[in-house]
Each structure stands twice: as C-alpha cells, then as structure tokens.
C-alpha cells in the first residue's frame, strides 16, 4: 500500500509540474527542504535541487508500518536518489545496494507542454486535475510562503512554485503526511550533492525498463505496468507473505479488461508475494483490487465480516481490522472471494463504502 500512495502522489505531481512550468521543474533554481514525515511512516526526508530541479538529491530515512490482512510489517529505510536530467542512481545504505537508470518519458513530459503559452499551461493543468477528480482550493499561508492548495484523489497538497511543501495523504486507512519544517531558496548547492554515491554497487535497469515501458503509447499505459522490486525485508519478527498461486499474467488480463461505470485504471502491480491494481472515480473514490494467498491465514480472523456463500465460493463482506489506526473509520470496506483452485483470495475494497450487492457485481464484471 506504501508504493500506491507514493506512486499515486508522484503521477500527481509529475502531472501538475509539467503542466504549470514548461521544461524547469522548479521555478526556483536552487535549493533545500526538509521534511518531517508522519502517519505510517515516520521519520525525515532532506531534497537539495540545482537548476531549477535538473539536479536533485533526495535523502529519506523512515520507518514504516503497516497491517493488513492481521499480518504487520516494519520497513526501515535509509535512501538517497540522484537525478541528473534523465539520469538517475537510487542507493540503499542499510546493504550498500542500489539500482541507476533512465527516466522514462522524461523527454516526452518535457515536450508536452514546451510550445504553450503560460494561458495554455493553466488550461492543460486545470484539465488534468479535473480528469483526477480533483479541485483547486485556492491559496493558503505556510511558512510564510503563499501556497496553491489543490485537493485529489485522496490527497491535498501545497505547492509553491512547483515545490510541494506540505502534503496529506489518505488513502484505504493508509496515512502518509510530509510537512516542510526548512526551507531554503536560491542557496547555492555545491556540485558533489548530486555526484552518485562511489561505494554502492548499482545494478543498471536500463534494459529491465524498456521491456517494461518500450512498447507501451502514454504515461499512464506505463503507470499500469509498474512493479516495485526494491522493496526492503522486514524484520525477522514480522510474518513474511506467502507468494500468491494465481497466475501474474492472468490478474492483469482481468484488470486490464475491466470497464465499469467511470473507473480509470491507475495502476497494477506483482510485489510482495501479492497481486494489487487501483482504480480511481471522482474525488476520493477508489477501488483497490488484490490477489493474495489463502495460506496467509483465515481473513474472518481479521475484522468483522459476514461470511456467505455466492455462485459456489465462500465469501466475506466488511471491514478489516488494522489497530495502527487511531481513528474509528467506516469508509472502508472489503469483498473477499476465495478462488480455491489457486488457494487465492480475490480481494475489492471501496472507499467511500459500497454495498455487498455492489462489490459482487464489480467482481462479476473483473470475471475471476
């Protein structure tokens, strides 16, 4: 669920960015900010930028919780990412590892909006936010900055001349909040804050990447293909998830095949021995689709749930418990079918909350 919420937030502001400047990231040339990170994930994050975000470091150490399914997992992380233009390095240095690349559609975003005018700029962006589901709040004071504040798809963030900083996300009982506590810009930031970091062995996946994103025509195609292989191990006291039987190729052809009242696909991923895709409608209103394994546990252990019987499979409708939630919260709620000839439960969660009757006729229509 972390990499959902990141990724969903990143889509965004890739989006918003390149809609609202033409090929600068920033409207600043150089600076630094320092976030504090809240919700299920603890801890700070620190980006330095050059040349109006051309040149950037990102440094995050985090702890990150979550339960889901009964089953709770601690990830720790100590990270930080280069990017120079389209080049990237990302280091991980609990193990020394880490992966260097290329970004994809780095020149096709930065062309999309080059020939516009500032008039054209506002109109793309206020289509892409409205195609989101989302709304311009108008402006709010933080830090002394005059910040647009826009609100979608779970989340409300605070912009200053490209620059998030503040950002609320919640999204499935999933929080994930960064607040800017310093701010500096147009400091000037010496050269050897974007040099790659010389005693990480990095793995190129250049050529991982274009059997991923090279025949896929947009964006958002590529969104749909992502997957997240660089996920850390979690403690050795935490319950490890066991790999789902239910055939990868065969849930992307369910979730690609879907169609149903106004849902745009955003993302589908294999990681964590688990299957997972979302789909988003209007502001807030999402479907979080998932395959996983039945030998995890018995799932009517883990929340409340009315246990039946439809077209031959034993079913479950209601809402899982997760005690790192502090707030009583009823917007989410979860149909579980077992597929026992994969020993799989299919999993459809909605939020705001959708009915039994309703949930049965979306798996219907995925045709698990």
């Known amino acids: 669920m972390k990499q959902i919420i990141l990724i969903l937030s990143c889509l965004l502001m890739i989006h918003i960015a390149s809609a609202q400047q033409k090929t600068q990231q920033y409207t600043i040339k150089s600076g630094y900010v320092e976030y504090t990170l809240s919700g299920n994930t603890t801890g700070t994050k620190k980006i330095w930028w050059d040349n109006f975000g051309d040149k950037s470091r990102t440094e995050t150490q985090s702890e990150t919780i979550t339960k889901m399914f009964g089953i709770k997992n601690v990830d720790k992380a100590h990270t930080i990412e280069i990017l120079v233009k389209d080049k990237y390095w990302s280091a991980n240095l609990a193990d020394q590892s880490g992966h260097k690349g290329t970004l994809p559609f780095y020149k096709e975003s930065r062309m999309?909006?080059?020939?516009?005018?500032?008039?054209?700029?506002?109109?793309?962006?206020?289509?892409?936010?409205?195609?989101?589901?989302?709304?311009?709040?108008?402006?709010?004071?933080?830090?002394?900055?005059?910040?647009?504040?826009?609100?979608?798809?779970?989340?409300?963030?605070?912009?200053?001349?490209?620059?998030?900083?503040?950002?609320?996300?919640?999204?499935?009982?999933?929080?994930?909040?960064?607040?800017?506590?310093?701010f500096q810009a147009n400091q000037s930031v010496s050269a050897s804050k974007f040099t790659p970091l010389s005693n990480i062995s990095y793995e190129d996946i250049d050529q991982q990447q274009q059997g991923m994103f090279g025949d896929m025509g947009s964006m958002e195609e590529a969104m749909g293909a992502m997957q997240n292989d660089d996920m850390d191990d979690s403690d050795d006291d935490d319950m490890q998830m066991i790999p789902v039987k239910y055939p990868y190729d065969k849930f992307l052809s369910k979730i690609n095949a879907f169609s149903y009242e106004g849902y745009k696909k955003m993302m589908v991923q294999n990681a964590d021995g688990s299957h997972g895709a979302i789909f988003m409608r209007g502001v807030g209103e999402m479907l979080a689709v998932g395959a996983m394994s039945r030998k995890n546990g018995d799932m009517s252990q883990s929340g409340t749930f009315e246990i039946f019987t439809?077209?031959?499979?034993?079913?479950?409708?209601?809402?899982?418990?997760?005690?790192?939630?502090?707030?009583?919260?009823?917007?989410?709620?979860?149909?579980?079918?077992?597929?026992?000839?994969?020993?799989?439960?299919?999993?459809?969660?909605?939020?705001?909350?959708?009915?039994?009757?309703?949930?049965?006729?979306?798996?219907?229509?995925?045709?698990?």
């Open 112 to 182: 999309l909006v080059e020939n516009m005018t500032k008039k054209e700029q506002e109109e793309f962006a206020n289509k892409i936010i409205n195609a989101l589901g989302g709304e311009r709040l108008g402006t709010e004071n933080f830090m002394g900055k005059t910040c647009e504040v826009i609100k979608v798809m779970g989340s409300k963030i605070w912009i200053y001349k490209g620059l998030t900083l503040k950002s609320e996300v919640k999204i499935m009982g999933m929080v994930s909040n960064e607040t800017a506590v310093k």
């Open 310 to 368: 439809y077209k031959g499979r034993r079913c479950m409708y209601g809402k899982i418990n997760n005690e790192e939630e502090e707030e009583e919260e009823d917007n989410a709620m979860m149909l579980l079918v077992e597929i026992p000839k994969y020993d799989t439960y299919i999993t459809i969660g909605s939020t705001p909350p959708q009915t039994k009757h309703e949930l049965l006729e979306i798996f219907n229509q995925m045709g698990f």
